[in-house]
């Protein structure tokens, strides 16, 4: 019932009145406090990811640093809202994708899963402790309890996914998010091992591509992913891959040696 009633269209999205075309190509394009599971993966669809504010004081820093381009209708702010300056919403122009005809494994890193411990990558085998490890101890707690449960609500119907970097049966490692058709947005990842978090996006780049996907969504660009291959595309690029036709199978779930990623 859960995955019947998040893939049937709702007749009233949310999203139907955001632009993308015309958003700001940096910073939020929205604002609206909608966590349940269907807006959010409708957001996904589109081409959007949550940002929540952590508490209050965030929420009033948000209202007046975003007031006057809400005013000036730059910025939407979603209907039906009761605190609507608690997630923002952001589609980022470009955005740094790992297209997976294009990944990289950094020589160190290759180095690494050759003579270091022998690790092992599942997907799909513990999402809930995964996306918690994500959140522990970072100061701005993004993830919070509800987005944390409307994530677990779209791992459960089948559309967020986890990838797991095991040292024996110790987790060290992890990344999650959701798949939309050919794309993969990823929102976090997490490392206990050094290297880990790393293996965790390469694998997830490896897996995806073997299912038939396109690319890894990582959301923010930086030096840490570029090692891995992504690179900034126009927005519009993105859009058209996030809506380009799927024809790819499900993520393999299985153990695999994380060596193979060395090849």
């Not at 996904?44 to 006057?68: D, K, T, V």
């Amino acid at each position: 019932m859960l995955i019947a009633s998040l893939s049937r269209p709702r007749p009233k999205s949310p999203w139907s009145a955001i632009d993308l075309r015309a958003a700001p190509p940096e910073g939020p394009v929205a604002f609206g406090d909608d966590l349940r599971p269907e807006t959010l993966l409708g957001a996904y669809r589109q081409g959007l990811y949550p940002f929540p504010a952590e508490g209050p004081e965030h929420r009033l820093i948000n209202e007046i640093s975003y007031e006057p381009e809400v005013a000036a209708g730059r910025v939407k702010l979603l209907p039906g809202s009761t605190e609507p300056y608690a997630v923002a919403w952001c589609s980022p122009d470009p955005r740094p994708l790992i297209l997976v005809d294009r990944a990289r494994v950094q020589r160190s890193l290759r180095r690494q899963l050759r003579q270091g411990p022998q690790w092992t990558t599942t997907v799909d085998v513990c999402f809930e402790r995964v996306v918690r490890q994500c959140r522990t101890g970072r100061t701005e707690r993004w993830l919070t309890d509800e987005l944390l449960a409307a994530m677990v609500r779209l791992h459960q119907a089948g559309y967020a996914h986890s990838v797991e970097v095991w040292e024996g049966r110790e987790l060290v490692g992890g990344t999650f998010g959701v798949r939309v058709g050919p794309v993969f947005s990823a929102d976090s990842q997490f490392t206990l091992r050094s290297g880990a978090g790393k293996v965790a996006v390469v694998d997830l780049t490896r897996r995806l591509a073997e299912a038939g996907g396109t690319a890894v969504d990582v959301q923010y660009d930086g030096d840490h992913v570029r090692l891995l291959g992504a690179r900034p595309v126009p927005r519009a690029h993105y859009l058209d891959l996030l809506h380009s036709p799927d024809h790819g199978t499900a993520l393999k779930t299985g153990p695999l040696p994380a060596r193979r990623l060395a090849d």
